[in-house]
């Protein structure tokens, strides 16, 4: 059974807006810190946000910093992505993680290999 689950990722054009959603149970929302991460072809994953489950406090990419809020939807038990300004540099498959513990840690937030669990992705595509 799939843990985190993205949706939202599609086409959208240079400057346009999406906005992804990460499923998951309500156990998860409150104890884990969430990041968000990307992966373009033929790199490396790249840390993009995360935000705390223990105060709501987030850390963003100096690269999305100004265009990209992530956020807790209560209601829908999601964390959620809103990426405004888009770039064809943010053209990846997009996944969210669950940290291993309830807030976003300043020196590897960033690091794919300390989350416990992922995703399967959702490709976003920025092009005219």
């Known amino acids: 059974q799939l843990q985190l689950v993205e949706s939202g990722g599609g086409l959208v054009q240079p400057g346009g807006s999406l906005r992804l959603s990460c499923a998951t149970s309500?156990?998860?929302?409150?104890?884990?810190?969430i990041g968000w991460f990307r992966q373009a072809p033929g790199k490396e994953h790249e840390g993009v946000a995360c935000?705390?489950?223990?105060?709501?406090?987030?850390i963003y990419a100096d690269s999305v910093k100004g265009r990209f809020t992530i956020s807790r939807d209560k209601q829908k038990s999601t964390i959620d992505l809103q990426m405004n300004s888009l770039k064809p540099e943010d053209t990846a498959v997009y996944f969210c993680?669950?940290?291993?513990?309830?807030?976003?840690?300043?020196?590897?937030?960033?690091?794919?290999?300390?989350?416990?669990?992922w995703g399967q992705g959702t490709q976003v595509t920025v092009s005219s």
């Open positions: 935000i705390s489950s223990s105060d709501g406090s987030t």
């Open positions: 993680a669950e940290f291993s513990g309830p807030s976003c840690s300043s020196t590897d937030w960033d690091d794919w290999g300390t989350y416990d669990d």
């Open positions: 309500d156990v998860t929302l409150d104890y884990s810190a």
